[in-house]
């Protein structure tokens, strides 16, 4: 049964550019959800998908949006990238009000 | 504003003796409580919860605390051992909201 899983591992991108990350949610899951990690900190909340829309968002600029396709697979996509955009993305996957199941992340590196 | 604290960034322990790592919240309204272990390069994995209408559950060799009048939580684990060495978060489910806030993780280190 596999789990989380994200895509790519680590990514490497300039200030100015664009990035589409993706998640599989682990199967019989249905929701998808976003989160940051700083170095240093805990994961911050970006937003939610559920049943193709976005369910909630938390505090993070309209340069950063989602997608979730119909086999409940999920993309985050940030535009214009700063250089505190640099992170762990990780995506998480539930049903119901199940604990969250974290993938392993995408590091993002932005110089 | 940090709504979940944990305010020991490390500890070290000994195997075999038990772990305490501690966290606080502030707001009331939250009543459901997460753990999550995270080793390295890996993603956070659930560990234990607990819901506000509990002062206690158990799982193993983990146990979650809530003290709700001190907005205050802890996770005890006995015996400890050199595989848990890894950062803990504690996170709270904002009910309603569908997202988890979580503290800025304790590294825990077990000494064999």
């Known amino acids: 049964d596999a789990g989380v899983t994200q895509s790519p591992t680590h990514l490497i991108k300039t200030r100015g550019q664009q990035v589409t990350l993706r998640c599989s949610p682990k199967s019989g899951h249905d929701t998808v959800s976003w989160y940051q990690q700083a170095l240093g900190q805990g994961p911050q909340f970006i937003f939610q998908y559920y049943e193709e829309e976005e369910r909630q968002r938390g505090n993070f600029p309209d340069r950063f949006s989602g997608h979730q396709f119909p086999n409940y697979s999920s993309e985050l996509n940030v535009n214009a990238l700063l250089l505190g955009d640099s992170a762990l993305y990780l995506c998480?996957?539930?049903?119901?009000?199940?604990?969250?199941?974290f993938g392993n992340g995408t590091r993002l590196t932005v110089t | 504003d940090q709504q979940v604290k944990q305010n020991s960034p490390s500890l070290s322990v000994q195997e075999g003796r038990i772990s305490i790592l501690n966290c606080d919240y502030t707001n009331s309204m939250f009543d459901y409580f997460l753990w999550y272990k995270k080793y390295p390069a890996e993603g956070p994995t659930f560990l234990i919860s607990?819901?506000?209408?509990?002062d206690k559950n158990e799982d193993g060799r983990f146990t979650v605390f809530l003290n709700k009048s001190a907005k205050h939580l802890s996770l005890h684990i006995v015996p400890s051992q050199p595989g848990d060495s890894a950062v803990y978060f504690c996170a709270a489910d904002d009910t309603g909201t569908y997202k988890y806030i979580f503290g800025t993780g304790t590294r825990l280190k077990v000494l064999a």
């Open positions: 607990i819901s506000s209408i509990k």
């Open positions: 998480a996957s539930s049903l119901n009000n199940s604990p969250l199941h």
